[in-house]
């Protein structure tokens, strides 16, 4: 009977173990990642833990995912790396991710606008389905991704999202198999990357030598395209001037929010 009760106890140990188990290689910054290669030195951005026959991460805010964490390239975001995460508002994916995978972003309801760099070449099953609030979707090749399936986008961000492109790129997506189901393509405006932020009181604009954000009392952060922290600085409520280092694409995060401008 004690041998008994020591092999049940053995087994539900076990049971009890396989039920959780951590599905990544190493943590940095608070994002976990798989190898991908040795040799080459790329990994991928996935989820915390499998439990319970579903996949768990607790991302929440906004995330700025790096061009290289722990010595390797960041060159996918894997499938269900960020599925559920319903209090994920904002992410930033660096040039040299190429791939997104299924569910990668499935069910982030809290998610209302995304930047696809310009390396992005494949996005798979329902990698944005169901992000309900979605507003806009900013797509930086000039070549339409390739979808593995229709689905990649939920139905009503087909229809209500704004779809921002290169200019020379929107007839393009206006007639790919996939990309055209957005009912609203645009061309990337000259000083930024779909609307600028703007609520009354506060505003981010382009300068001759960087950005002017006026109405902001607190910490603002600028990002290059790929995830590198290029400036912050304590904003007093009136207008600050930011200097950047050159013309291209950047982030501007104040507090909670994001805009993407180009100069």
């Known amino acids: 009977m004690r041998h008994f009760l020591k092999s049940a106890a053995t087994a539900f140990l076990c049971l009890a173990a396989s039920a959780t188990a951590s599905a990544y290689d190493f943590e940095e910054n608070g994002i976990y990642y798989n190898v991908l ?8 951005v996935t989820y915390e833990y499998y439990s319970d026959y579903d996949y768990h991460s607790d991302y929440e805010g906004e995330i700025v995912i790096p061009e290289q964490a722990n010595g390797y390239r960041v060159t996918r975001i894997g499938y269900y790396a960020f599925s559920g995460c319903d209090h994920l508002t904002g992410i930033i994916i660096p040039d040299g991710v190429t791939s997104i995978g299924n569910d990668a972003f499935y069910g982030c309801t809290g998610l209302k606008k995304i930047v696809l760099p310009q390396s992005i070449l494949k996005i798979r099953d329902e990698a944005f389905g169901n992000c309900v609030n979605l507003e806009s979707v900013t797509s930086l090749n000039s ?8 689905n990649v986008f939920s139905g009503k961000t087909y229809a209500t999202a704004a779809l921002y492109v290169p200019a020379e790129a929107v007839e393009r997506y206006k007639t790919d198999y996939d990309w055209k189901n957005f009912r609203n393509i645009q ?77």
Not at 37 to 44: A, L, N
Not at 143 to 150: C, L, V
Not at 213 to 242: C, F, H, K, Q
């Open 143 to 150: 070549e339409p991704p390739t979808f593995y399936n229709s």
């Open 187 to 263: 061309a990337i405006g000259p000083t930024g990357i779909g609307p600028t932020m703007t609520d009354g009181q506060q505003n981010v604009t382009v300068t001759a030598d960087g950005i002017a954000v006026d109405g902001v009392a607190g910490p603002v952060e600028v990002y290059s395209v790929d995830g590198t922290l290029v400036a912050r600085v304590n904003a007093a409520g009136g207008r600050t001037d930011i200097a950047l280092p050159g013309h291209g694409v950047y982030i501007i995060k104040v507090g909670d929010r994001t805009v993407k401008v180009n100069r």
């Open 37 to 44: 290669s040795e040799e080459q030195k790329t990994c991928e």
